[in-house]
């Protein structure tokens, strides 16, 4: 009796911390793109950031901006596009920098890519894209102040 009442404690204790644990800052972000009017195949070169509205300010990039400090990251994500289709959870950090749960405490963000075929160079794909309230609820505190 005693094990199995201290199994059952120890399944509701590893329920509570399991439900606790907070969500990865992950965004997934699917584009489409083309170049020279044709959708794109093969493996294309992205950089990303997130800014505000006016592009004035950086919450975040996907890689460093140093050399020279342009707002456009250093390094490039390699990912695979299939009829100018690809997709991308920003933030995976196999692959880029993590994401910071402040940037999203800016009502307005914006996401900025910048694509390469490896033989054009980089261009701004435009408009930048805002964000929708999915990235929001990973980091939305409940009515009464606690994670949700």
Known sequence: MKRTLFLGSLAVLLLHAMARAQAPLLINHQGRLGVGGVPFNGSGQF????????????????AADSSPADGQPDAAVTLAVSRGVYSVMLGDTSLMLALDPSMLSHPEVRLRVWFSDGLHGFELLAPDQRLGSAPYALVAQSVSGGPV
């Open 47 to 62: 950089k990303f950031a997130l800014v505000n509205a006016g592009a004035s300010e950086t919450y975040w990039r996907s």
